[in-house]
């Protein structure tokens, strides 16, 4: 199936380079071109479109209007920024209608790529209301305990990167949302940032105040969408797999920085659940109960329900929000890595075993355990690893409770 794009901004020699260097993507996209915002949503009111990219700064409407119009009226377009537009409120403007920015000029084979990536989490969610949802979202709710610890650390007469960096380290909300907006082209990472405290010091105090308390880029989670106890168990089992991913990678030769990744894939790996029970509170909570009564892996019943799974919805709304692909697909394929095109220990070994073992340690979990894939775990050549990976858990969990 043909994708359709529309590219918008009002410099028309800006138009015509893109339309010489995404010349050889026509046989697999359409794509239109409009200068102005105005003109962009006449034509969207003719056709449907799978992503919009938009320039900051035009006259009349700008892009972060423009992208706030289509997040109401179009929630399945991916919005994007292209843009060389470097003004602070500008780009707070943009952050919670865009998905992803984009630097301006840009490189061709870097937008081609990052649209062909965001483009196929489309195939991932079939749901279409829940695409929706997904789509709308601006945040992903946190643990009320922890959202409190850090607005009451911004509001204090001397807040601290560091812990700040370390409340939302315990997040998964908080790290998801952080972690869109410090790799975004706006913020200039020279390389992608994975862990929450590095993007905290990146980003400096100022930023971050900007974003929590003037944009409410965090909001605190009902913990009655889940069904009693149910947001604490959630929460402690996201912060143990995360643990016990980045000492597995550690087992494996994984070093410095690169254990991030091993970490924020395991502290994301369910964020899914969160975005489900927003969408549908009472029926999630229902199946939730059902599962969990029952011991009936609580993948079936969303399966039922919503004819997808926590691991697919959030993987879709990581992929559109640009975070690494690794942490991408290990939330995707973590409870059936054999469906992925994996071939080599990632993320999602780590992940999908540590999630499989806390989940073995705790009986109140039964309804989230999955085998381990035993097939993966050959295909990747570490099928023999698997007690000394545990081992490391073991080891991991009793340090925790010292």
Not at 42 to 62: K, N, Q, Y
Not at 175 to 199: D, F
Not at 280 to 303: C, F, G, K, W
Not at 316 to 324: A, E, N, S
Request: with cysteine.
């Amino acid at each position: 199936m043909q994708r359709r794009i529309l590219f918008v901004d009002d410099e028309p020699n800006l138009l015509m380079g893109l339309k010489r260097s995404l010349r050889p993507m026509r046989s697999v996209w359409e794509m239109e071109f409009a200068s102005s915002a105005e003109e962009a949503l006449r034509l969207m009111l003719l056709r449907e479109f799978d992503a919009v990219v938009t320039d900051m700064r035009m006259p009349g409407m700008s892009g972060a209007d423009l992208l706030d119009k289509i997040q109401q009226q179009y929630p399945r377009t991916v919005r994007l920024v292209l843009s060389g537009q470097a003004d602070r409120n500008s780009v707070l403007r943009a952050i919670a209608p865009a998905h992803q920015f984009i630097s301006k000029p840009c490189d061709p084979e870097q937008l081609r790529s990052v649209l062909q990536k965001t483009l196929a989490l489309s195939d991932l969610l079939q749901n279409a209301s829940l695409k929706c949802f997904v789509s709308r979202l601006k945040c992903v709710p946190s643990l009320p305990l922890l959202y409190q610890q850090v607005t009451s650390e911004l509001h204090s007469t001397d807040p601290s990167a560091s812990r700040l960096g370390e409340i939302i380290a315990q997040d998964m909300a908080m790290t998801a949302k952080l972690l869109q907006i410090v790799n975004s082209a706006a913020y200039g990472a020279r390389a992608q940032i994975s862990e929450p405290r590095q993007a905290v010091l990146h980003l400096g105090l100022d930023t971050i105040q900007a974003l929590v308390l003037s944009l409410s880029i965090f909001s605190a989670f009902d913990q009655h969408l889940l069904g009693p106890g149910q947001a604490e168990r959630l929460w402690k089992h996201t912060v143990s797999v995360s643990k016990f991913s980045k000492v597995i990678a550690s087992s494996q030769g994984i070093r410095g920085c690169d254990l991030d990744l091993y970490n924020s894939a395991g502290l994301l790996h369910d964020i899914g659940k969160l975005i489900m029970a927003s969408a549908n509170p009472e029926q999630y909570r229902r199946i939730v109960e059902i599962a969990n009564s029952t011991e009936t892996h609580l993948d079936v019943m969303e399966i039922q329900e919503f004819g997808c799974t926590h691991a697919e919805v959030g993987a879709y709304l990581l992929g559109v929000w640009g975070l690494p692909s690794a942490i991408v697909e290990a939330v995707a394929w973590n409870h059936r890595p054999s469906d992925s095109s994996i071939t080599e220990f990632t993320p999602l070994a780590a992940v999908h075993f540590a999630s499989a073992f806390d989940a073995k340690l705790h009986s109140e979990l039964k309804y989230m355990e999955s085998p381990v894939d035993e097939a993966f775990l050959d295909r990747i050549g570490l099928a023999r690893r698997q007690d000394y990976w545990a081992q490391c858990c073991v080891e991991q969990a009793s340090e925790g409770l010292t």
